[in-house]
């Protein structure tokens, strides 16, 4: 099984950054991409920002120019940057890694959700 786990959430006040981390870990073979999603209360979870492993990015609108994701493949890691955050930045915000095991079965993993709070 591969397991992932996010960190690095918090309070942080407008204006502020905060960096998350995410490590996928296990009978891991190859990763093709892992990113990063958010759901604020009430509202539909939604994408963030991709990263695959060649480091092809996505950004939703709402987060470029303010949001930087990266990785380091060696740990199976990504990182997401995030500066001028917003109080509508608030939200729960999960890792997906997708990829392919050990023994040729493909994987697509959550994380459990690292808080992140935006307020004065």
């Known amino acids: 099984q591969v397991q992932v786990v996010e960190s690095g959430g918090g309070l942080v006040q407008p204006g502020g950054s905060l960096r998350l981390s995410c490590a996928a870990s296990g009978r891991i073979f190859s990763i093709n991409a892992m990113g990063w999603y958010r759901q604020a209360p009430g509202k539909q979870r939604e994408l963030v920002a991709t990263i695959s492993t060649g480091g092809s990015t996505n950004y939703a609108d709402t987060v470029k120019g303010r949001f930087t994701i990266s990785r380091d493949n060696t740990k199976n890691t990504v990182y997401l940057q995030m500066n001028s955050l917003k109080p509508e930045d608030t939200a729960v915000y999960y890792c997906?890694?997708?990829?392919?095991?050990?023994?040729?079965?493909?994987?697509?993993?959550w994380g459990q959700g690292t808080q992140v709070t935006v307020s004065s």
């Open positions: 997906k890694a997708d990829g392919m095991e050990i023994m040729y079965t493909r994987f697509s993993s």
